[in-house]
């Protein structure tokens, strides 16, 4: 549910899935390497000055320190901000990933119109900003680095020996060796602790940069949990359509409606609007009581789908008040059914498993019965039994995957059912047995269709005008079926009408020909 809220009604993250997967991958493997980066550098930096405080005096070291602290000050301040530059990577990352993602959702469709063109433009425009972006983070990262290098093993070196070789030409108040042999010792000693101390610093300072970088990842990391708290809470932000620019749907958008728990559907004026903000419905009032068969019809874009989103969560309630059962009561077939990855059972048992089938006593020779009924009892030898794993989205035709939706649908023999134009790959007759067989399991239906074929399975209508208004009915299927014909049959003869016309002048025209001669 939090992901689709993400992906649809938030437009703050185009790609939440290259979130989880990657970049909290890079965060939490950058965050593991810093402690171990870090801590022994500091700790080596701690005892390496103790010994040579002992060798060169506290007052060079002092010294050396606050070079060091001068100059990685003067590099910090200079330093690009790489940890944004990650950030901004990740981000282009993901959209090149999402693009490939999209094309392989609809390959098919792309393919028969022949777009590779089009999808090749706009993966080349994704690929060469992600390019550009780490172009130019190179091009910064290589002077930075060989400044930083220079600086790190150059500088903070040949200042290190300059303090170290101060007691073999001076002498130093407070060291006990006078004799040349025992200066020249000392120095040597002295260099060693030093390139050890340098070294430490030097990974504390290469440190600083996996630091930044860790800044970038946790900042994408961040961002996707704040915006995961928020739409959890029904926070969301995404942008607008025209139609809300209005400061009354503006007002409306902010409010929420009270949701019930009933054991009837009903809406009381609940408004219908998109993510987007566009109003499709001001005022929404219907119910749907066990018994009650609802069709609803109406133009694309009025709100039909929207409807059933609201009444399965998916989008919030702005405003009314809505009734309604537990989600288990309420099952929901859409034109193209949704097949799961596993064996041929998992596919009517979805969303249930094995382990929820047992517990309801259902064997698979009850499953059988159950496809029986939609006329498929032959996949289960053709495809190789029940436990039989493939693609089956691919795998069955469209009219094999809605009875396997409706088959889904007498299992699971819900309250409610929505079937959003679910039986237009099947032929009549095993339409007719679907929606006999759903009403004799007592499942109320709710279904959006525009076959006439379906009228006679339902008593009660929901009519979009399109512009904004409905109505709300009892539906006599006969006197529905007798009215349409008529109206087709009208409309038949209103086409034949300019040409009886114009046959009608062209004798006119002959008739005072003949008049003339």
């Avoid at 993250?13 to 965050?31: E, G, M, R, W, Y």
């Avoid at 200079?78 to 609809?106: D, W």
Wanted: charged share 25%; hydrophobic share 40%; with cysteine.
């Amino acid at each position: 549910m939090t992901f689709y809220a993400v992906g649809n009604l938030d437009d703050r993250i185009k790609n939440a899935d290259q979130c989880i997967t990657v970049d909290t991958t890079k965060f939490s493997n950058s965050l593991a390497e810093l402690y171990s980066n870090l801590a022994k550098p500091i700790l080596d930096v701690f005892i390496y000055n103790y010994q040579l405080t002992r060798g060169v005096g506290f007052e060079g070291v002092l010294l050396g320190t606050i070079i060091i602290n001068l100059s990685s000050g003067t590099m910090r301040r200079y330093t690009p901000s790489f940890g944004k530059m990650v950030a901004e990577e990740q981000r282009l990352e993901g959209e090149f990933r999402f693009g490939h993602s999209r094309l392989i959702e609809n390959a098919e469709e792309i393919a028969l119109f022949e777009g590779q063109h089009v999808e090749k433009s706009a993966l080349d425009r994704s690929y060469y900003a992600l390019i550009k972006h780490v172009n130019r983070v190179f091009r910064l990262r290589v002077p930075h680095g060989m400044l930083e290098d220079f600086v790190i093993k150059y500088f903070w070196g040949a200042c290190g020996l300059v303090l170290c070789s101060v007691p073999v030409f001076f002498k130093v108040p407070g060291l006990s060796s006078t004799d040349i042999g025992g200066r020249t010792e000392g120095f040597v000693t002295n260099r060693r602790l030093l390139m050890s101390s340098s070294d430490a610093v030097g990974r504390i300072m290469y440190a600083y940069k996996e630091v930044t970088e860790l800044a970038g990842y946790t900042s994408r990391v961040t961002d996707l949990l704040d915006v995961f708290e928020d739409v959890k809470a029904g926070r969301y932000q995404k942008r607008l359509v025209s139609s809300a620019s209005t400061e009354d749907n503006a007002k409306q958008l902010e409010g929420r409606g009270k949701i019930n728990q009933s054991e009837n559907i009903e809406f009381i004026d609940v408004p219908i609007i998109s993510p987007n903000g566009d109003v499709l419905v001001p005022q929404l009032t219907f119910h749907v009581k066990p018994g009650m068969h609802l069709l609803i019809v109406g133009p694309n874009g009025c709100g039909k789908s929207s409807l059933f989103r609201i009444l399965g969560g998916l989008w919030p309630v702005y405003g009314g008040t809505l009734n309604k059962p537990h989600h288990r009561d309420i099952f929901y077939i859409p034109q193209r059914p949704y097949l799961s990855l596993g064996t041929l059972r998992d596919q009517i048992l979805y969303p249930d498993t094995i382990e929820d089938m047992k517990k309801r006593n259902v064997t698979d020779d009850d499953l059988l019965e159950i496809l029986k009924v939609v006329q498929i009892q032959h996949i289960v030898e053709r495809e190789g039994g029940w436990d039989t794993e493939k693609e089956w989205a691919i795998a069955l035709s469209g009219g094999d995957k809605q009875r396997i939706a409706m088959a889904r649908l007498f299992y699971h023999s819900p309250r409610y059912a929505i079937l959003d134009e679910c039986t237009s790959a099947v032929s009549m007759d095993i339409e007719k047995i679907m929606y006999t067989h759903a009403t004799a399991l007592g499942i109320s239906l709710l279904t959006v269709s525009h076959r006439p074929s379906l009228w006679q399975y339902h008593n009660f209508i929901l009519q979009y005008d399109g512009q904004g208004g409905y109505v709300f009915t009892k539906l006599d299927a006969q006197k529905r079926l007798a009215l349409q014909e008529e109206k087709n049959a009208i409309e038949q003869k209103l086409i034949e009408v300019p040409k009886m016309q114009a046959r009608l002048q062209e004798l006119q025209e002959m008739k005072a020909a003949a008049a003339n001669a």
